[in-house]
């Protein structure tokens, strides 16, 4: 009687993933009886967005177990759920808008494989238990791959749904290797019970980094981390527009919300925070591997993007890079350093998107994303090419823009008196510098270079719509440039993690 009361209190708290649950079945539902393309099953996912958006909001200021341990609600989990619902609307938005689908041979698969997709997203953000934390990860992943090869007419779009599958499966066993040999030594599944019993029990340092480096492996697939990137070029280039678009923010951002929470509870050796910084189990240096996977990141994504001509594979190293940055903010094992993550999350969000967005509308007017046919591109497009330039400038870090305060609030973390971190600092803002070097190649070859047959290009339009989508994601990477009150109140707001006081 007692499990049935706790599971019906859970299920009362469970309200956010059942709205998406329910939303998914609808879009279903009308799909089958519509059988065509309508915009009417993407209204119902939004719509459906919106009102678990509610039940997120009723969630603010709650820290709360459920399902026996399984999941806990706290601002941590509740700040990457609203993450994820605003960039699924976005996305969702994205789809209507792009060639890539409506020239598709499926109907409005999309709008239910997303809805997938967030909720796996749900989980991952809540899970405090080995087993949820994989299952979470999978559905996820599984509905990942079936986007990535959304155009199966596509040679490309099916062969990086091939290698994110096979990508995927091999970190996922590693991955879940990792868990059982950790729950072999612990005895438990749940990350709070392990974390006693390593801070208490004497432990094999060379036990703890192999389960550190296996479980790694399979989280820094999902977040497209060096050496576990390989997948993210080809399937980012070879996947429709808006999917990239999805990968590079919802899906990565879902991967660091259970890496996070996984380092920082997993290896405590008090629940109790000193100074702001986490009470870390003694001997077990977990953020030396993650300093290795963040600089390794950085370096590989921005050197190896100033080569790439696709601009789609250019934003995909640049996603690379920028999760590189993101480490750094868990490498410092502290509230500042987890502020900072979670405000740079906010800034990736729309910077990226819009940049994505952008990418959309050229390559429905072009028909490619090659950068060399994008010359001469801001004169016959001057606000699209100038909103380009400012995605692409906040992307860099340069000042007035989100990104800025982003990488700012991440180089004041590391470089915090006690920290030992300025060195890190260091490399992080020399690959911001080489970071200019690619996103302004975009910007040069809109606006310094011309196209030879310049007089005889057509005219492009875009429709009021994308103007209107453009400057809504346009805004708040200014806006927020100059006034980072509310994103920094928010992210100070949310770096709590369920019973670490």
Not at 25 to 32: E, M, S
Not at 97 to 105: A, R, V
Not at 247 to 267: E, K
Not at 372 to 386: I, N, S
Request: net charge neutral; with cysteine.
């Amino acid at each position: 009687m007692n499990n049935f009361t706790e599971i019906l209190k859970s299920i009362n708290s469970f309200l956010p993933e059942l709205s998406v649950i329910t939303t998914l079945l609808l879009c279903l539902i009308a799909d089958i009886i519509i059988r065509k393309k309508s915009p009417i099953v993407t209204i119902i996912a939004i719509a459906g967005l919106l009102v678990s958006a509610y039940f997120v909001y009723m969630q603010s200021a709650v820290q709360e177990s459920l399902f026996s341990g399984m999941l806990v609600i706290d601002p941590f989990a509740v700040f990457f759920k609203y993450l994820f619902i605003l960039s699924s609307i976005i996305i969702l938005i994205f789809f209507e808008f792009s060639n890539e689908i409506k020239e598709s041979t499926h109907k409005n698969e999309y709008s239910y494989l997303i809805l997938s997709l967030v909720l796996g997203a749900f989980l991952m953000a809540s899970s405090v238990n080995l087993l949820m934390m994989y299952l979470s990860l999978e559905l996820a992943s599984l509905t990942s791959y079936i986007l990535a090869g959304y155009s199966k007419s596509e040679k490309k779009s099916s062969e990086s749904s091939m290698k994110y599958l096979i990508y995927g499966a091999a970190s996922s066993g590693i991955m879940l290797y990792g868990m059982s040999l950790l729950y072999g030594f612990t005895g438990s599944l749940d990350i709070y019970e392990i974390s006693r019993y390593l801070a208490t029990n004497p432990t094999p340092n060379a036990f703890i980094y192999l389960t550190m480096i296996m479980i790694a492996a399979g989280l820094g697939y999902k977040t497209s981390s060096v050496p576990f990137h390989f997948w993210t070029p080809d399937v980012y280039e070879g996947s429709p527009t808006p999917v990239t678009a999805f990968l590079a923010v919802t899906s990565s951002a879902a991967g660091f919300s259970l890496i996070t929470r996984l380092f920082l509870t997993t290896f405590l050796g008090s629940t109790q925070i000193v100074d702001g910084a986490f009470s870390i189990i003694a001997g077990i240096h977990w953020q030396e591997i993650i300093i290795v996977i963040s600089v390794a990141s950085m370096i590989v994504g921005n050197f190896v993007a100033i080569w790439q001509k696709s601009l789609k594979r250019l934003l995909g190293y640049s996603s690379i890079a920028q999760g590189g940055y993101m480490l750094a903010g868990l490498v410092v094992a502290d509230t500042i350093g987890l502020t900072a993550m979670l405000i740079y999350l906010s800034a990736y969000l729309f910077m990226n998107l819009g940049a994505f967005f952008v990418t959309i509308l050229i390559v429905n007017k072009l028909g490619t994303d090659d950068i060399e046919q994008m010359k001469g591109l801001g004169y016959r497009l001057p606000f699209v090419g100038v909103a380009m330039a400012v995605f692409m400038l906040a992307l860099s870090g340069i000042p007035a823009t989100v990104g800025f305060i982003g990488k700012f609030y991440l180089v004041t973390a590391l470089m915090k008196p006690g920290a030992g971190y300025l060195w890190f600092a260091i490399v992080l803002m020399l690959n911001s510098v080489v970071s200019l070097f690619f996103y302004l190649k975009v910007v040069k070859s809109m606006f310094l270079e011309r196209a030879d047959n310049t007089d005889e290009l057509p005219g492009i339009k875009f429709s009021v719509q994308s103007y209107i989508i453009l400057i809504l994601l346009l805004i708040p990477t200014i806006f927020f440039g100059l006034y980072f009150g509310p994103i920094v109140k928010l992210a100070e707001s949310s770096a709590v993690l369920f019973g670490i006081r």
